[in-house]
């Protein structure tokens, strides 16, 4: 009889929000594949739990070995629970190759619900949450970073962001260059624990901020881009628009073309800023 993978969500800071499920889940589990076994064995200890299974490591590093080996465990008839350091797995966490492959294999997969960082945030920012998006790491390089950044510059919906606390200047400073100083965000440093701290201001704002240095998890909200009527689209944003698709890789007369249709203005008028950008950059 085929096994079940369980995906379980851990706490994010404070272990009193682990489900109770959770503790049900590590104490019966043939297999547990853990991001970090010495968290684990933290986690562990602080429910008062004493795992009966085998316990693996499951990281970045061995995730694509190691997913093979769980997968025969499953269809053996395992139950394998995997757990990350915090949240759940999957979520710019090791699991999607996991959940992939027992799935192709008819595994059923379930999970045990648990704290996410990022709809913390989400509902801490006061900032839209009727519609987001989830962007994870931003790339590390100052390039890659302002190219992401441009592909949802217009985006409307709230966007959520992951950063390590000694990238959020720079990577705060993008957004204000790309979005606009002005555009409201909040900065979710260590939910849960004991110095938790939202910060909220423009992007611009929150740069300076945060040149000062920040520890601790980061979690970044920042506010949708404002509805633009044709009127409000000028040749500079109409070649922005031209750019990001170019780097998106859309020929410029395609670009071009759907730029003029989502601005609401004829193709030569598009077509003119471009030339006139070139003309000017010489």
């Known amino acids: 009889m085929i096994g079940t993978l369980v995906l379980a969500g851990t706490p994010i800071g404070d272990t009193a929000d682990a489900p109770p499920r959770l503790a049900e889940e590590l104490a019966g589990a ?166 938790e701290e939202v910060r909220r201001g423009g992007l611009g704002e929150l740069a300076e901020w945060a040149a000062e240095g920040v520890r601790g998890e980061i979690t970044v909200v920042v506010e949708g881009a404002p509805e633009k009527g044709p009127e409000e689209v000028g040749p500079e944003e109409l070649v922005r628009r031209v750019r990001v698709r170019e780097e998106a890789g859309e020929r410029r007369k395609e670009a071009i073309a759907a730029v003029a249709v989502e601005a609401g203005v004829p193709k030569r008028v598009v077509f003119d800023a471009v030339v006139a950008a070139k003309n000017a950059a010489g």
Do not use: W
Request: proline residues 5%; aromatic residues 6%.
């Open 30 to 195: 043939d297999v547990i594949a853990a991001e970090d076994t010495r968290r684990l064995r933290r986690l562990t200890q602080a429910l008062g739990v004493t795992p009966k299974g085998r316990v693996v490591s499951y990281f970045e590093g061995n995730e694509s070995a190691r997913t093979p080996e769980l997968v025969e465990e499953l269809v053996g008839g395992a139950r394998v629970l995997l757990v990350t350091d915090a949240g759940m797995p999957s979520v710019s966490d090791p699991g999607y190759r996991l959940v992939a492959a027992a799935v192709e294999r008819d595994v059923r997969v379930t999970a045990v619900p648990g704290p996410s960082a990022v709809l913390t945030a989400l509902a801490l920012s006061g900032l839209p949450v009727d519609r987001f998006c989830f962007e994870g790491f931003l790339p590390r390089k100052a390039g890659e970073r302002l190219g992401r950044l441009r592909e949802v510059a217009d985006e409307r919906r709230t966007l959520v962001y992951f950063e390590a606390p000694h990238r959020l200047d720079d990577t705060l400073s993008a957004m204000a260059e790309v979005f606009g100083a002005e555009r409201r965000a909040a900065v979710c440093r260590e939910l849960t624990k004991t110095y």
